[in-house]
């Protein structure tokens, strides 16, 4: 059974930093694109990041450009999990944040192409 779970949400201070995570099980994690994305309140779900394996060791990594610099995906093949690393936070990063994982490998900014979910971890940045 395949399960996506998120955790290290919460409210913080704008400028500040939190890290999500997402275990992933039941499926071959190192093979899969993982994606992140994000809901806030009355907006469709947007992307925000993805890392997909090119070969080898090698993963490639793409960001909205809103969060660019600020935003790094990682990913630990051992310990099938995938975070995502907010630094300098604001306000409008406040959202919904979700994982996904994508069986083609080539979705990346596109959510329809991924195959699983999470249930979402809520990221709150007050001004």
């Known amino acids: 059974q395949v399960q996506l779970v998120e955790s290290g949400g919460g409210l913080v201070q704008a400028g500040t930093s939190l890290r999500l995570s997402c275990a992933a099980s039941g499926f071959t994690f190192s093979s899969y694109s993982m994606g992140w994305f994000r809901q806030a309140p009355g907006k469709e779900r947007e992307f925000v990041g993805a890392?997909?394996?090119?070969?080898?060791?090698?993963?490639?990594?793409d960001y909205t450009d809103s969060v660019k610099g600020r935003f790094t995906i990682s990913r630990d093949n051992a310990k099938n999990t995938v975070y995502l690393q907010m630094n300098s936070l604001k306000p409008e990063d406040t959202a919904v944040y979700y994982c996904?994982?994508?069986?083609?490998?080539?979705?990346?900014?596109?959510?329809?192409?991924?195959?699983?979910w999470g249930q979402g971890t809520q990221v709150t940045v007050s001004s």
């Open positions: 996904a994982a994508d069986r083609s490998g080539y979705g990346m900014r596109d959510r329809y192409s991924y195959d699983y």
């Open positions: 890392t997909r394996w090119t070969g080898g060791s090698v993963y490639y990594a």
